[in-house]
């Protein structure tokens, strides 16, 4: 099933408000900053995450300093997949947050 514009970006923006609930709720030092469907997450150590949405492509974009992920939505399973490394973007976030936080956050719901 292809993803309609407005379905896509009710997805990009569930995930982000759902990923920083998460980390609102946690223990972890990180500012969120989210401005025109960009979200930033900035560590202690000033290192930078970045989920953007790309549209005409219908991908949610992360940006870390080990590269650049490109997830599509899988309707069926209900979860955002990298095509190249194959993992969920909850494993994805979990192994860079964990790495910079030293904080296990359960991110089941993304």
């Keep these: 099933m ?3 514009n407005s379905q896509f970006h009710d997805l990009v ?5 759902n990923l920083e609930d998460i980390i609102d709720n946690g223990d972890a030092d990180i500012d969120i900053e989210n401005s025109a ?3 930033t997450l ?10 953007s949405r790309q549209e005409p492509l219908k991908q949610l974009w992360l940006a870390d300093r080990t ?3 490109h997830f599509d939505y899988d309707s069926e399973q209900a ?3 990298c095509a190249g ?16 936080t030293q904080e296990d956050f359960d991110l089941s719901s993304l």
């Excluded at 923006?13 to 408000?17: G, I, L, P, V």
């Excluded at 900035?42 to 989920?51: D, G, K």
């Excluded at 490394?85 to 910079?100: F, G, P, S, V, Y």
């Design 2 to 4: 292809s993803l309609s």
């Design 13 to 17: 923006d569930a995930t982000q408000r």
């Design 37 to 39: 469907g960009i979200l």
């Design 42 to 51: 900035t560590f202690e150590n000033q290192h930078q995450l970045i989920l």
């Design 67 to 69: 590269g650049g992920f």
């Design 79 to 81: 979860t955002w997949f």
């Design 85 to 100: 490394t194959q993992e969920t973007l909850a494993q994805m976030l979990n192994t860079i947050l964990l790495a910079h």
